[in-house]
């Protein structure tokens, strides 16, 4: 199985601020890599899926990048509602795998 | 709009039998595969099972292969999980999700239900 290890675990931030959360893959997975944004109370939201294609709906201050092992995702400039828990996913192969998780907090 | 919406859920002793349901709505279900993903609490994602458009393809990781069974009905547009031989470890927030394509194998999930609880308990 494909192991994803995501750091960090925890992040502060200040709206307008930038972060960068990263997806490490134990094996290659080309550039099968999506995440997820997770709220209380809303279903999960897929923000970006391949690596770095944006979901339809997705604001443009998110961005993926990376392919084969190492994928990062960047919120830029910050807003209130990008507040939650991420997920990165691996969708090359089965059994797909999740990585655990990035809470990203106010500061 | 697209809707998934679970059911089902509730409370069950271990090695005990349990369905789930999800009812979709919005799109035309028997174009898309389908899954459940499922969540203890206070932990991560974990895939639990995966379905083709038609149903003849299914998948599953191993913590679930032989206990649990995907199935789907078309006509009705629902999802269905049943869970067999239930154990603690299965205790989870089970979601509905649809595959974003045709082919399951390499797509992630683009819409989720949200979720229904099961608690799997003496």
């Known amino acids: 199985d494909v192991q994803m290890t995501q750091s960090p675990s925890n992040l502060a931030a200040s709206p307008g601020e930038s972060v960068s959360i990263n997806c490490k893959a134990s094996?290659?997975?080309?550039?099968?890599l999506a995440w997820y944004q997770q709220k209380p109370g809303k279903a999960n939201k897929l923000l970006i899926y391949?690596?770095?294609t944006l979901q339809s709906g997705t604001p443009s201050r998110f961005s993926g990048s990376g392919s084969g092992t190492d994928f990062t995702l960047t919120i830029r400039n910050l807003e209130p509602e990008d507040f939650g828990l991420y997920y990165c996913?691996?969708?090359?192969?089965?059994?797909?795998?999740f990585g655990s998780g990035t809470k990203l907090e106010i500061k | 709009e697209v809707q998934l919406v679970e059911s089902g859920g509730g409370l069950v002793q271990p090695g005990r039998s349990l369905k789930l349901s999800c009812a979709a709505s919005?799109?035309?279900?028997?174009?898309?595969?389908m899954a459940w993903v499922r969540q203890a609490p206070k932990k991560g994602l974990e895939w639990v099972a995966s379905?083709?458009?038609?149903?003849?393809?299914?998948y599953y990781p191993d913590s679930v292969k032989g206990r649990f069974t995907i199935s789907r009905d078309n006509a009705k547009s629902t999802l269905y999980l049943q869970m067999d031989s239930l154990r603690s470890e299965d205790t989870a927030s089970y979601y509905c999700?649809?595959?974003?394509?045709?082919?399951?194998?390499?797509?992630?999930?683009?819409?989720w239900g949200q979720g229904v609880m099961v608690t799997v308990s003496s």
């Open positions: 391949s690596g770095s």
């Open positions: 919005g799109f035309t279900f028997s174009s898309f595969p």
């Open positions: 379905i083709s458009s038609g149903g003849g393809g299914t």
């Open positions: 996913q691996q969708h090359n192969e089965y059994p797909f795998t």
């Open positions: 094996k290659s997975i080309s550039k099968y």
């Open positions: 999700a649809r595959h974003d394509g045709i082919i399951a194998a390499i797509t992630p999930f683009d819409y």
